[in-house]
């Protein structure tokens, strides 16, 4: 009988050492060779400070700011090791009140705009750890940007053409900005 387990044994102490050790070792030092930034987390550095990873959205809440989408993660915003969406459809009593809570914070952040709010800043992405809006977000948000900071709205629209992302590849996805680097351009300004 103990014949019959042997081969079994073997075989997964094997692929073990295959699919537990040597490949991800493998991987993990290919990824250190060829994509070293990516795969050290795509982190932003000014100074020697770590200021974010471009991949992982972050909370800004002063005006002066372009704001992201909105988190669904728990216990805290931007919480990477609780990436997940919020699982509430659109007739949930409570995704509709935090949207409209959102719609009005960004109205009192800017109460001369009666554009209509995009989407993309009242509603959480699928992981809560978005990092970009939509063109049509940041424009929304250019003119209080700008005014705060006392610059002008070509300055602004301009910074936010020219960190606006177009489709990977040319044809997956939506244009995007990422609003840390969008930021980031926006204190380098002064």
């Known amino acids: 009988m103990i014949n019959h387990f042997k081969p079994a044994l073997l075989m997964l102490l094997v692929w073990t050492l295959i699919t537990g050790v040597f490949y991800p070792v493998l991987v993990t030092h290919l990824g250190q060779l060829l994509f070293p930034r990516q795969a050290n987390g795509s982190l932003i550095e000014?100074?020697?400070?770590?200021?974010?990873?471009?991949?992982?959205?972050?909370?800004f809440g002063d005006p002066r700011y372009f704001w992201g989408r909105p988190s669904a993660t728990a216990p805290h915003a931007y919480?990477?090791?609780?990436?997940?969406?919020?699982?509430q459809g659109p007739t949930n009593p409570a995704l509709l009140a935090a949207i409209k809570s959102r719609v009005q914070a960004l109205r009192n952040?800017?109460?001369?705009?009666?554009?209509?709010?995009?989407?993309?800043?009242?509603?959480?992405?699928?992981s809560g750890l978005d990092p970009h809006i939509s063109p049509a977000a940041a424009a929304y948000q250019a003119a209080r940007v700008a005014r705060l900071r006392n610059l002008s709205l070509p300055v602004v629209e301009d910074l936010v053409k020219r960190y606006t992302e177009g489709r990977q590849f040319g044809f997956l996805g939506e244009p995007r900005v990422n609003v840390l680097k969008l930021n980031l351009a926006l204190d380098a300004l002064r």
Do not use: C, F, H, R
């Open 109 to 126: 952040a800017d109460p001369g705009n009666t554009a209509p709010v995009p989407v993309d800043l009242v509603t959480a992405s699928g």
């Open 46 to 59: 000014k100074d020697g400070k770590v200021l974010g990873s471009e991949l992982i959205g972050q909370p």
């Open 79 to 87: 919480n990477a090791g609780a990436s997940s969406g919020s699982n």
